[in-house]
C-alpha cells in the first residue's frame, strides 16, 4: 500500500476512494480499522471513521489507531480527510485528529484544502465558498450537529489548534507547484506549520498535489487527493467499474438522514416524480410510535424506490432538539434508520442508499460492513459501491451531494427499482 487515509465519515471516505479510483489508484475503503493486513494488489487503503462529531478525545485516538494500520501496511504518504465544507466546532475534530496526526509523523508543515470545485467548494483569499456564497451564508450555517458561520479558515482552525496557521494565497497557487512548494516552506519556517491552501479549480488541487510529493500529511477535502495519484506513478484510465457492477432487479431502498438544502431537495424530487415516500418524524420516533420493523415493512411493500426520510426544516429540526435535546434526536433517528436498513437487508433488499454522513455511518455499522469495493460515479463525489463478499451494493452521499434526482439515478446505476 502506498497512500493511507483516514476519513472522518463514511460518505466522505466513498467521495475519496472514487476521486483515487479515477486517478489510477487500485482502492478498497475499508470500514472502520481491519483486524488483518490489506491485499498485495490495494495502493491507497480509505480507513473510513465516524469520527466527525465525537469528543475530540475519541476521534484522536481512533484516527492514530487508524495510522498505525497504514503505516503497517507500508504506506508512505497520509491523507486525513473531511468534508469539503470543513463540517466542525470550536474544540474540533479537524485540528485535535491533524494536529496528532502530524505529531505522530515526526511534524512537518500540514496542508488544509477542503476545496472541492464539481460541487461548488472552493477556497480563496483563506476563506471557503459554497458556489457565489461564503460558507457563513450557506445551507451549513444552520447545520444541527456542525453549523459553520465562519468562512475565514483561519479563524476556524486557529480555534482548534494549538499550531499557528498560514496561508498559501491564489497568486501562488496559479504560479504552479514550485510556487506552492515555495510558499508552504515559506510559511513552515516563519512557524506557521498548518497551512491554509487556496484552490478554486481541479488545475490548482492538481498543481498542490503535484507541489507536494514527500510531504507526509497532507488534509482536506476529497479533491485535494485529484493530484496525489501521479506522484507515486498511477494514471487515470484505468478498468471500467461499471462493468458487471450492477444487480438488475434487486430491490432497493432509500434512508435520507440529512437536512441539508441539497437532499430536502432530492426528497422533493423524489416525491415529484411520483415515487413513494415515508416521512419519519422525530415525535414518532421518540414517543416510540415508530420502530425499525414497521418502517421495514413499509419499504418493502411499496413499488419503484421506496424513501424514508428525517429531512426538514432547519426551524422544525431546531424545535425538535428544543423539545427532546439535540443528540437525543440524532442518536434515536440514525439508530432507526440503521436498523431498519439491517432488517431491510435481512428481508431481501439488495440495494441501500443513504443520504447524509451520519446516517451512512450509522448504517453501515449496522450492516457489519468490513470493506467496499468503488464502483461506477453516480454523481460528483458519490461512487455505487459493491459490498466485499456480499451481493449487496450502497450508495453513501453526503447531504451537501447530487444532483435533484439522486435517488433514482443511484438504483438505476446499480440495477434496481421499477420506476
Given at each position: 500500500m502506498k497512500l493511507g487515509c483516514i476519513g472522518d465519515d463514511f460518505t466522505g471516505s466513498s467521495d475519496l476512494a472514487n476521486t483515487l479510483a479515477r486517478g489510477g489508484m487500485r482502492v478498497v475503503q475499508y470500514c472502520g480499522i481491519p483486524a488483518g493486513p490489506a491485499g498485495d494488489d490495494v495502493e491507497a487503503g480509505v480507513v473510513a471513521l465516524k469520527s466527525r462529531t465525537i469528543a475530540p478525545e475519541e476521534a484522536v485516538r481512533q484516527s492514530l489507531a487508524a495510522l498505525d494500520w497504514l503505516r503497517a501496511q507500508g504506506c508512505t504518504q497520509f491523507l486525513f480527510k473531511y468534508c469539503s465544507t470543513f463540517d466542525s466546532t470550536d474544540r474540533g475534530n479537524i485540528g485535535p485528529v491533524a494536529e496528532a496526526l502530524s505529531d505522530?509523523?515526526?511534524?512537518?508543515?500540514?496542508?488544509?484544502?477542503?476545496?472541492?470545485?464539481?460541487?461548488?467548494?472552493?477556497?480563496?483569499?483563506?476563506?471557503l465558498f459554497v458556489g457565489d456564497r461564503l460558507l457563513s451564508e450557506s445551507g451549513m450555517k444552520n447545520h444541527p450537529l456542525t453549523p459553520m458561520r465562519d468562512a475565514d479558515l483561519r479563524r476556524v482552525l486557529a480555534r482548534q489548534t494549538s499550531r499557528h496557521v498560514g496561508h498559501v494565497a491564489?497568486?501562488?497557487?496559479?504560479?504552479?507547484?514550485?510556487?506552492?512548494?515555495?510558499?508552504?516552506?515559506?510559511?513552515?519556517?516563519?512557524?506557521?506549520?498548518?497551512?491554509?491552501?487556496?484552490?478554486?479549480?481541479?488545475?490548482?488541487?492538481?498543481?498542490?498535489?503535484?507541489?507536494?510529493?514527500?510531504?507526509?500529511?497532507?488534509?482536506?477535502?476529497?479533491?485535494?487527493?485529484?493530484?496525489?495519484?501521479?506522484?507515486?506513478?498511477?494514471?487515470?484510465?484505468?478498468?471500467?467499474?461499471?462493468?458487471?457492477?450492477?444487480?438488475?432487479?434487486?430491490?432497493?431502498?432509500?434512508?435520507?438522514?440529512?437536512?441539508?438544502r441539497a437532499t430536502r431537495g432530492q426528497v422533493r424530487a423524489h416525491v415529484a416524480a411520483g415515487q413513494p415516500a415515508f416521512e419519519v418524524r422525530a415525535s414518532d420516533v421518540m414517543?416510540?410510535?415508530?420502530?425499525?420493523?414497521?418502517?421495514?415493512?413499509?419499504?418493502?411493500?411499496?413499488?419503484?424506490?421506496?424513501?424514508?426520510?428525517?429531512?426538514?426544516?432547519?426551524?422544525?429540526?431546531?424545535?425538535?432538539?428544543?423539545?427532546?435535546?439535540?443528540?437525543?434526536?440524532?442518536?434515536?433517528?440514525?439508530?432507526?434508520?440503521?436498523?431498519?436498513?439491517?432488517?431491510?437487508?435481512?428481508?431481501?433488499?439488495?440495494?441501500?442508499?443513504?443520504?447524509?454522513?451520519?446516517?451512512?455511518?450509522?448504517?453501515?455499522?449496522?450492516?457489519?460492513?468490513?470493506?467496499?469495493?468503488?464502483?461506477?460515479?453516480?454523481?460528483?463525489?458519490?461512487?455505487?459501491?459493491?459490498?466485499?463478499?456480499?451481493?449487496?451494493?450502497?450508495?453513501?452521499?453526503?447531504?451537501?451531494?447530487?444532483?435533484?434526482d439522486f435517488f433514482l439515478k443511484a438504483a438505476r446505476i446499480m440495477g434496481g427499482g421499477d420506476e
Open positions: 505522530a509523523l515526526g511534524g512537518g508543515p500540514v496542508v488544509f484544502c477542503p476545496a472541492f470545485p464539481a460541487t461548488g467548494r472552493t477556497v480563496y483569499q483563506g476563506h491564489m497568486a501562488d497557487v496559479a504560479a504552479g507547484a514550485d510556487a506552492i512548494a515555495e510558499a508552504i516552506s515559506r510559511e513552515n519556517d516563519e512557524g506557521r506549520p498548518f497551512v491554509i491552501v487556496d484552490a478554486i479549480s481541479e488545475r490548482d488541487l492538481v498543481e498542490i498535489g503535484r507541489a507536494i510529493p514527500d510531504m507526509k500529511l497532507v488534509t482536506g477535502g476529497s479533491g485535494i487527493a485529484m493530484g496525489l495519484p501521479a506522484n507515486f506513478g498511477c494514471r487515470a484510465g484505468g478498468a471500467d467499474r461499471a462493468s458487471g457492477f450492477a444487480r438488475p432487479g434487486a430491490r432497493a431502498i432509500a434512508l435520507a438522514g440529512s437536512v441539508s414517543e416510540g410510535r415508530l420502530d425499525p420493523e414497521t418502517l421495514s415493512d413499509w419499504l418493502l411493500a411499496q413499488p419503484g424506490v421506496p424513501l424514508a426520510y428525517s429531512s426538514v426544516e432547519p426551524e422544525r429540526v431546531a424545535e425538535n432538539q428544543e423539545r427532546y435535546g439535540k443528540e437525543a434526536v440524532a442518536g434515536a433517528i440514525e439508530n432507526l434508520f440503521a436498523e431498519t436498513a439491517s432488517v431491510a437487508v435481512a428481508r431481501g433488499a439488495g440495494i441501500v442508499i443513504c443520504a447524509g454522513g451520519e446516517t451512512s455511518g450509522a448504517v453501515v455499522s449496522a450492516l457489519g460492513i468490513e470493506a467496499l469495493e468503488i464502483g461506477p460515479e453516480i454523481d460528483p463525489g458519490v461512487p455505487a459501491l459493491k459490498v466485499g463478499g456480499r451481493e449487496l451494493r450502497l450508495a453513501l452521499k453526503s447531504g451537501n451531494f447530487g444532483a435533484p
